[in-house]
């Protein structure tokens, strides 16, 4: 019988091990099936130049940024598969983003004012969401903020995600008018400061004058 207990005890502290260690993970990981994984990470020392959007980070010279697809949901409900190259000769600014991410919901009037700051110059800014399912619940979410300027983009699976190395939500891609990858920044900032403002005014000058 002392057997049989000794065994029976060893089995539960195993079962109590593996369950503390699984919801340690969803813990850190954030706890939400929506969250995207982040099966491949980036690094790069900071750009002193930006301290106001602390973890920004430039690439020089810009580098190649993988080719994602994604829907884009067009005004009158529907949507149609595109690409980055689908903006090739205007600047980029693509937030990956969910509904669940707290910090992205707080994003996104900056994004929209942002936007309609650039409205007359070749910018582009991208709300590429990632919720599972139908693009029905980030649309919502959206108009409900009263979002309008934004181009609106969806993929639930995730896969372009992955392709360019995201490690959480919000993640901000910067791409130059090449397609090619100027920085990004993973988590939240204020994207329509003069921080910001000074990087797509730099870039936009380049393009001016085929810098």
């Given at each position: 019988?002392?057997?049989?207990?000794?065994?029976?005890?060893?089995?539960?502290?195993?079962?109590?091990?593996?369950?503390?260690?699984?919801?340690?993970?969803?813990?850190?990981?954030?706890?939400?099936?929506?969250?995207?994984?982040?099966?491949?990470?980036?690094?790069?020392?900071?750009?002193?130049?930006?301290?106001?959007?602390?973890?920004?980070?430039?690439?020089?010279?810009?580098?190649?940024?993988?080719?994602?697809?994604f829907?884009?949901?067009?005004?009158?409900?529907?949507?149609?598969?595109?690409?980055?190259?689908?903006?090739?000769?205007?600047?980029?600014?693509?937030n990956?983003?969910?509904?669940?991410?707290?910090?992205?919901?707080?994003?996104?009037?900056?994004?929209?004012?942002?936007?309609?700051?650039?409205?007359?110059?070749?910018?582009?800014v991208?709300?590429?969401?990632?919720?599972?399912?139908?693009?029905?619940?980030?649309?919502?979410?959206?108009?409900?903020?009263?979002?309008?300027?934004?181009?609106?983009?969806?993929?639930p699976?995730?896969?372009?995600?992955?392709?360019?190395?995201?490690?959480?939500?919000?993640?901000?891609?910067?791409?130059?008018?090449?397609?090619?990858?100027?920085?990004?920044?993973?988590?939240?900032?204020?994207?329509?400061?003069?921080?910001?403002?000074?990087?797509?005014?730099?870039?936009?000058?380049?393009?001016?004058?085929?810098?």
């Amino acid at each position: 019988m002392q057997f049989f207990s000794r065994h029976a005890a060893i089995a539960a502290s195993i079962v109590l091990g593996v369950i503390i260690t699984v919801s340690l993970t969803l813990y850190l990981n954030g706890g939400s099936k929506g969250k995207p994984p982040g099966d491949a990470a980036f690094s790069a020392a900071p750009d002193a130049a930006h301290e106001g959007l602390k973890n920004f980070v430039r690439f020089a010279p810009p580098r190649p940024v993988a080719d994602i697809s994604f829907d884009l949901l067009l005004a009158d409900g529907q949507a149609q598969k595109a690409g980055l190259d689908k903006f090739r000769g205007a600047l980029v600014v693509v937030n990956f983003w969910a509904t669940w991410c707290a910090p992205c919901r707080r994003e996104m009037p900056l994004f929209d004012a942002l936007q309609a700051h650039y409205k007359d110059a070749p910018v582009r800014v991208v709300a590429l969401a990632l919720d599972r399912g139908a693009a029905d619940k980030p649309r919502k979410f959206l108009s409900e903020l009263n979002i309008t300027h934004l181009t609106q983009a969806h993929d639930p699976s995730y896969a372009s995600a992955r392709a360019v190395g995201l490690i959480g939500l919000p993640t901000t891609l910067v791409l130059d008018a090449t397609g090619k990858e100027i920085g990004r920044l993973a988590g939240e900032a204020d994207w329509n400061g003069p921080d910001v403002h000074a990087i797509i005014d730099a870039e936009l000058e380049k393009m001016a004058t085929g810098g």
